[in-house]
């Protein structure tokens, strides 16, 4: 994540916990600027993939589908997945995402992401997010983005109503409610709508409404 902060959150600015700074001073089109950088390594899609089904500890995931049972592999590891006899539940996979990637971990900077890291202090640099990668490619496979342009006006809680739907959907019926998944993403469609949702919203601080 990168973006400019004022003077006054430059001068408040604590180093991450490897002892890097935060903010760089950079001059952009004749212009100086304080730019809050910050690297969330490991919380990318597939990553935080791996992380939830860490949170689930090898057994019953409410993020999988429904009649769904496989392994997912990442960084050398394979982690066995496994829906519960009810399916899929977008709360309760909500419930373990939140607790993968860490949200109520100790704020030491007044205020925080997730994982206890500072956020650059907010500002008119976060009211718009420019998110890419897997938040494009998810939304455009689920219908929330025309993959004919390169980009998109998405709200988080267009994420929520398409993981609602994903949650209460078979494994064996996904392809048909969401046709232009890539295959290799169907398993993962509910876990990943609502990861991309709750980074967004809880991670990122973006308006959500009451659930």
């Known amino acids: 994540m990168a973006y400019a902060i004022s003077n006054k959150q430059f001068a408040k600015a604590p180093q991450d916990v490897d002892g890097k700074p935060y903010v760089h001073k950079k001059h952009l089109m004749s212009k100086d600027y304080n730019l809050y950088v910050h690297s969330y390594l490991n919380y990318g899609q597939l990553a935080g993939r791996a992380e939830i089904f860490k949170a689930s500890r090898n057994g019953s995931n409410p993020c999988a589908l429904e009649g769904y049972e496989g392994y997912y592999s990442y960084g050398g590891v394979a ?3 496994k829906a ?22 100790k704020c030491i900077n007044e205020e925080c992401t997730f994982n206890g890291v500072w956020n650059g202090g907010g500002g008119d640099g976060q009211d718009t997010i420019h998110a890419s990668s897997f938040f494009y490619d998810i939304g455009a496979q689920v219908g929330l983005v025309d993959p004919k342009f390169p980009s998109a006006i998405v709200k988080p809680v267009q994420y929520l109503k398409s993981a609602k739907v994903a949650c ?7 392809k ?9 993403n169907l398993p993962y469609l509910c ?15 973006k308006y959500f409404p009451p659930l």
Do not use: H
């Open 79 to 81: 982690y066995k997945v």
């Open 84 to 105: 519960p006899k009810e399916g899929s539940n977008w709360k309760r996979c909500r419930r373990l995402t939140r607790q993968a990637l860490n949200i109520k971990a």
């Open 168 to 174: 209460q959907t078979k494994a064996a019926d996904i």
């Open 176 to 184: 048909t409610v969401f046709p232009n998944t890539q295959d290799r």
């Open 191 to 205: 876990m990943d709508l609502i990861y991309e949702y709750t980074l967004l919203v809880e991670g990122f601080g």
